[in-house]
Each structure stands twice: as C-alpha cells, then as structure tokens.
Nanobody, 116 residues
Framework: QVQLVESGGGLVQPGGSLRLSCAAS????????MGWYRQAPGKQRALVAG???????NYADPVKGRFAISRDNAKNTMYLQMNSLKPEDTAVYYC??????????WGQGTQVTVSS
C-alpha cells in the first residue's frame, strides 16, 4: 500500500508560480512511476507530468517549458514546479503512484486556481 498526500495548491495570478508537493508513505520501494494529473470542471483527468524510476520525465504538451517535475527520494516527496501559470491551468491536481507496475494510488487532490 502507498499513501499520497498533496499540498501547495492555491490561488495565483496569471504569470505566477506555484510548487505542489506530494508526500509518499508506505511501500515506497514498490513505486515505479509517479506523476501529476489534473482535472478541470467538465473535463477528464489528464496527465500533466510523470517521472519514472526517479529519472525519466515526460510532460503534456500544454505544460512543456513551464512545469518541472522532480522527486526527492530522501524525503519521499515529489514536486511539481509550475511557472508562467495560465487560467487554463486551473484544475484539481492529483498525485499518482504506480507500484509493482500494476497498482495505482491517488492522492486526495489539491485545487489550483489561476485568476486575476
């Protein structure tokens, strides 16, 4: 079992920055991949960024060059640095962990609102 707790969401003006954190606990060693997803009202949950084995990263096209995913193994924490935020980035952001290449775990979500 893996438990995930997100933090760092909030209200920010367009062009601003936020950093999301996802603290993992439980069977940490079983985690193969972690990622951030987001879900805006009326839309499906979609991948924002992922990191595999703590090294390989991938990003959705809308956030490339603006967002950066990282993982601190010593703190069992994953981050999403979000810069140059746009109103269309407004969504609930979820932390995800894939363990044993077959078990999906989710955090409770954190709201990010980009508005002036």
């Amino acid at each position: 079992q893996v438990q995930l707790v997100e933090s760092g969401g909030g209200l920010v003006q367009p062009g601003g920055s936020l950093r999301l954190s996802c603290a993992a606990s439980g069977s940490i060693r079983s985690i193969n991949r972690m990622g951030w997803y987001r879900q805006a009202p009326g839309k499906q949950r979609a991948l924002v960024a992922g990191i595999t084995n703590g090294v390989t990263t991938n990003y959705a096209d809308p956030v490339k060059g603006r967002f950066a995913i990282s993982r601190d193994n010593a703190k069992n924490t994953m981050y999403l640095q979000m810069n140059s935020l746009k109103p269309e980035d407004t969504a609930v952001y979820y932390c995800n962990a894939l363990a044993n290449w077959r078990e999906n775990y989710w955090g409770q979500g954190t709201q990010v609102t980009v508005s002036s």
